[in-house]
């Protein structure tokens, strides 16, 4: 498996912009389906957005869209989450994960790797 570090998070008042970075080491990112997923106080896990591998496919849940861009570098074993317009219902725990089975997949249950999470609060 894929040993993943998310950084990037933090306060940040509505309508302002934050960049995830997931950086991934042990094994290379490809071709790996790569995520992000996030996690509310006292809500389940739930998808974000996913990219698959060379980045030819991307999906994201209905209340990010237009809002949220992810992208990878797999070069460098990293992949971003661009938030923009951020709301207070986005605070959350972000995870980054990887799908070492699976060139493209948006399912939860596929991504075996996983991060520690970066906390994004978002202040109204």
């Known amino acids: 498996q894929v040993q993943l570090v998310e950084s990037g998070g933090g306060l940040i008042q509505t309508g302002g912009y934050l960049r995830l970075s997931c950086v991934g080491s042990?094994?290379?990112?490809?071709?790996?389906?790569m995520g992000w997923f996030r996690q509310a106080p006292g809500k389940e896990r739930e998808f974000v957005s996913a990219i698959s591998w060379r980045s030819s496919l991307t999906n994201y849940t209905d209340s990010v869209k237009g809002r949220f861009t992810i992208s990878r570098d797999d070069a460098k074993n990293t992949v971003y989450l661009e938030m923009n317009n951020l709301k207070p219902e986005d605070t959350a725990v972000y995870y980054c994960?990887?799908?070492?089975?699976?060139?493209?997949?948006?399912?939860?249950?596929?991504?075996?790797?996983w991060g520690q999470g970066t906390q994004v609060t978002v202040s109204s």
């Open positions: 042990g094994r290379p990112f490809s071709p790996y389906a």
């Open positions: 994960a990887a799908a070492s089975r699976f060139p493209w997949t948006n399912r939860l249950s596929e991504f075996d790797s």
